[in-house]
């Protein structure tokens, strides 16, 4: 059965990183997705639930008139049209933007962000806002705390720090977010809280975790009086509680690897703690019964949905 395909879309100069997809058993519902750039998904599963779909690839544009707009009105305008076009031609009912990726870049005309964290080229909050307020379902992909723009400018504060008491780098040079510093975590969540009010009904969560590549033994710790994962636990809740008056959910991306484990003690994950706290979890697994399986042996009655994605980028849901 032909699914869709991916499109990319300009937003002023910026790329469109989203996802559609669609319903194919039972009544139309919002539910949970994930992927880079814009492509179509169809789900299947109880309406209102957390579950994922198959994807297939391929690519496509907005059409000529976007390049001659000259006003963001005019051309939240356009785009809205636009997009709901395909989301119909598509049969499909929702799309993902990435608002914040593994730099700490925000890929939006963000308030809340440090001012050299915002990409120069992403669109405007106001045509965020109407995309998100259009038809069908709009998810944010937020990576949580690897970030090279706060964590330089707030070293002491809110820094994954050397013993020197300098920013520690991993092996790409980027820097990292400690969640036991509150103003790490005061920061991360008000990104959170801003995509929630423009009106993103979901924030699909990734790297919630310390850092566990590069030279780690030069972190310094010895100041920390939480765990690790005591720390991370910490940040979710306070983002779940901060999201709680917008109805935002929560989903949390994880390797197949760490399900497997129950977590990580470098990276402070602790799936039995942090799984309960989310709406779905994410997985790339040849064998959806043994992490399905795995999920509810950690969680129990409070196990999340679980979405299964194909090492072929071929993608299907399990409900919980």
Known sequence: MAIGHFVYATLMRAVVSALLYADIIGAPGKNNLIGDRINFIKTCGRPGRAIGGIVQYGDSVFPGPVRGVRTEQSLIVIIAVTLAAQLSAAGANGFLYQVRDNTGAVRYGSAAALSKAVVQDGPGMDL??????????????????????????????????????????????????????????????????????????????????????????????????????????????????????????????????????????????????????????????????AAKARLTELAGESAPALVVMGADGIRTALNP
């Open 128 to 289: 965020v806002k109407a995309l998100c307020a259009g038809e069908g379902l709009a998810v944010a992909r937020f990576n949580c705390l690897h970030d090279s723009f706060f964590a330089w400018e707030n070293m002491k504060e809110a820094a994954v720090c050397q013993r020197n008491g300098f920013v520690w780098y991993d092996n790409h040079s980027y820097h990292w977010l400690d969640p036991e510093k509150a103003l790490a975590r005061s920061y991360v969540i008000s990104l959170a809280v801003e995509c929630a009010q423009m009106g993103f009904d979901e924030l699909v969560l990734e790297e919630l975790a310390y850092p566990s590549s590069g030279r780690t033994g030069k972190i310094d710790y010895s100041g920390n009086v939480m765990t690790r994962g005591e720390a991370l636990v910490l940040l979710l809740g306070q983002m779940r509680e901060a999201l709680e008056p917008y109805g935002t959910r929560l989903s949390l991306l994880v390797t197949e690897k760490l399900l497997q484990a129950g977590g990580d003690e470098a990276t402070g994950e602790d799936l039995a703690a942090l799984l309960p706290m989310v709406d779905a979890v994410y997985v790339d697994t040849a064998d959806p019964a």
